[in-house]
């Protein structure tokens, strides 16, 4: 009896972070739903109110698991915390796509939204990165330095083309792109939540599942091969989740550069060991905390709802000079 008492008690100790940030998390989430709320609570125009932010709310919960979760196995991939998923040329890509539909369709771009818009968008960044990662893992060129260096120059071209066709835009149509790459909370559609849900749950479950190999992945090649896991399959299959997370996030609200570096970052902090089992949960209970928090001051304090992601990517991107800077001076 005292065994089966002490466990649990010991448990609680040693995932006290996981516990804080899960509840303040839970707290932060009932308060966007109910405060604020003009109608008498338990009335039906409150349950209305409450039922129209759930769009938001679910909106949040999607970007912060994905941007979480990409974050923590592209470090793992890479065996560096520093880097973050856009250095592959993921963000770029999503402004490319945005750009082209505009530049080729014009204002008839804004009536283009849907389901098979979606789908292809995010099909598109999917595909590249399969197609990409196993070029470039493939025969001698099984180089993860040369597939950073890769992404970084398909970023970089993918911006000049990019750049090149906002030029020839005309101002109202460069308006149109400016409100579909500016990220925004608010641009959530809550039509898109059940498929986006759908396939986010889906890859928790095969992360949650592997979580042991990718503790071995984190390793590196060397131990890892020595363990018997084949570290180049390994690699591929995590980057490509990568994509697939990055792309349901961008699809949700746009590209976010340091917002799953941020969280990220805050996580190694209270994690004891590098294991996934306690650095996955913890991420994403930081990432939610923290885009709750965010959007709940900037709403109800500052009412200043639409700069929630300026402002994380502010102090996300402080962050990251930072501990480059620091990283730098070591």
Request: aromatic share 8%; glycine share 10%.
């Amino acid at each position: 009896m005292r065994d089966g008492l002490r466990s649990p008690l010991a448990w609680c100790g040693e995932h006290r972070a996981l516990l804080v940030v899960g509840c303040a998390a839970v707290v932060l989430a009932i308060a966007i739903l109910v405060y604020g709320n003009p109608a008498e609570p338990g009335s039906d125009g409150f349950w209305i109110i409450v039922r129209s932010r759930l769009a938001s709310l679910g909106t949040i919960v999607l970007v912060s698991v994905c941007q979480a979760v990409a974050t923590v196995l592209f470090h793992t991939a890479t065996a560096n915390r520093i880097l973050t998923p856009s250095i592959l040329g993921f963000d770029a890509l999503y402004v490319l796509s945005q750009t082209a539909l505009v530049f080729v369709f014009g204002m008839a771009a804004v009536g283009m939204e849907g389901i098979p818009k979606i789908v292809a968008q995010s099909l598109l960044m999917i595909s590249f990165a399969t197609l990409l990662y196993g070029w470039l893992f493939s025969g001698k060129r099984a180089n993860l330095h040369l597939l950073l260096l890769v992404g970084v120059v398909l970023g970089i071209g993918f911006g000049s083309l990019s750049t090149f066709m906002q030029r020839l835009l005309t101002p109202s149509e460069f308006d149109v792109l400016s409100a579909r790459l500016f990220g925004s909370i608010g641009r959530g559609n809550p039509d898109y939540l059940p498929i986006a849900g759908a396939i986010v749950a889906i890859v928790l479950v095969v992360v949650w599942r592997r979580r042991h190999v990718l503790d071995v992945i984190a390793l590196g090649r060397d131990v890892a091969t020595g363990l018997g896991v084949a570290y180049r399959r390994e690699v591929v299959l995590i980057l490509v989740t990568v994509a697939v997370l990055i792309s349901v996030s961008a699809t949700m609200v746009g590209p976010m550069t340091f917002f799953g570096f941020l969280v990220a970052t805050i996580a190694y902090q209270f994690t004891r060991e590098d294991r996934h089992s306690d650095t996955l949960p913890l991420a994403i209970g930081v990432a939610l905390v923290t885009l709750l928090g965010a959007t709940f001051v900037l709403k109800h304090v500052f009412a200043a709802a639409g700069l929630v992601t300026v402002i994380i990517e502010f102090a996300g991107g402080l962050l990251f000079l930072v501990i480059l800077l620091r990283k730098g001076l070591r």
